[in-house]
């Protein structure tokens, strides 16, 4: 049993090219970063101009901050549910349990232990659901108040400093 020699083709179509570029820096990153310097080496190599190399790695960094942002958000949103079930199981804890010790059984704290679960439910599917339009809109509202809130910090501190010159 003998093996052939693998026939590359003679020409390559661009979807190719990109899919083997990429392996191959995949290959190279994994046994170390590639520099600034490389990238544009690289994409010297590749006859790729400057302008359109800076334009993508803008685009590439805008999508990264972006996606950083989305993580934070996230990550507030879960917190902000977690404080809301933490409540939710405290205070149903306390009402169930005096329900139990004055009547002896489950009676008025079912109700309220029920229909607060269901909004906890709710706020639940809310919180986890990071697509669709819903999810823009509150990202949206939520970058504008941290921007907001860096602002008047900003404007803040220069006050203090120009208050204290």
């Not at 661009?14 to 994409?43: F, G, Y």
């Not at 804890?93 to 010790?101: A, C, K, M, P």
């Not at 607060?116 to 706020?123: E, K, R, S, T, V």
């Amino acid at each position: 049993m003998s093996t052939s020699p693998l026939q590359y083709p003679q020409s390559y179509t661009q979807e190719d090219i990109q899919q083997i570029l990429q392996l191959a820096i995949t290959h190279k990153a994994d046994r170390d970063d590639l520099t600034r310097e490389q990238l544009l080496e690289i994409a010297a190599e590749l006859d790729i101009d400057t302008q359109s190399l800076e334009a993508a790695e803008n685009q590439w960094f805008q999508m990264k901050t972006l996606e950083q942002k989305r993580q934070a958000f996230d990550i507030y949103r879960r917190s902000q549910f977690k404080q809301k079930a933490t409540r939710y199981l405290i205070v149903n804890t306390f009402l169930v349990s005096f329900n139990l010790l004055v009547v002896g059984a489950l009676s008025w704290s079912l109700y309220i232990l029920l229909f607060w679960g269901l909004g906890i439910a709710l706020n639940a599917w809310k919180t986890f659901q990071s697509q669709g339009e819903e999810y823009e809109r509150a990202f949206q509202r939520w970058e504008f108040q941290n921007e907001l809130k860096r602002t008047a910090a900003t404007v803040w501190d220069k006050l203090q400093k120009a208050w204290q010159a």
